[in-house]
């Protein structure tokens, strides 16, 4: 980025990976947690709930992939 290169493929599945293992974390978390963890006002509720909304928004897994997959010409 710093070079002034965009690298849209990195980006693009960085963003999958990086939510998916969010999400993979947020069940954990909610796992250990118990039912705590589902409790409104508990920490783990929230990132568990919202985790979503950061997987979706800004291109969802399917849109990056895609993405991702046009830019590489497959
Ligand atoms: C809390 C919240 C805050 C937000 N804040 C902002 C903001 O600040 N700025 C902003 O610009 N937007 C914002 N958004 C909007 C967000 O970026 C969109 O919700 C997101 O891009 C998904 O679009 P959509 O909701 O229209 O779903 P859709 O585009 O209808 O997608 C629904 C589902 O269909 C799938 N899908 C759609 N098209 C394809 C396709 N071509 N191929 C395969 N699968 C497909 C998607 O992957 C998804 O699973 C916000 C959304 C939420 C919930």
Redesign the pocket.
């Known amino acids: 980025m710093q070079r002034g290169e965009v690298p849209v493929v990195e980006l693009s599945l960085l963003k999958v990976q990086a939510t998916e293992t969010m999400e993979y974390c947020a069940r954990e978390a909610l796992q250990i947690f118990g039912g705590a963890g589902f409790m409104r006002g508990n920490k783990v509720e929230r990132i568990y709930r919202e985790v979503r909304?950061y997987a979706?928004?800004?291109?969802?897994?399917?849109?990056m992939r895609?993405l991702a997959a046009r830019q590489l010409a497959l």
């Open positions: 909304v979706i928004g800004g291109g969802s897994e399917e849109i895609d």
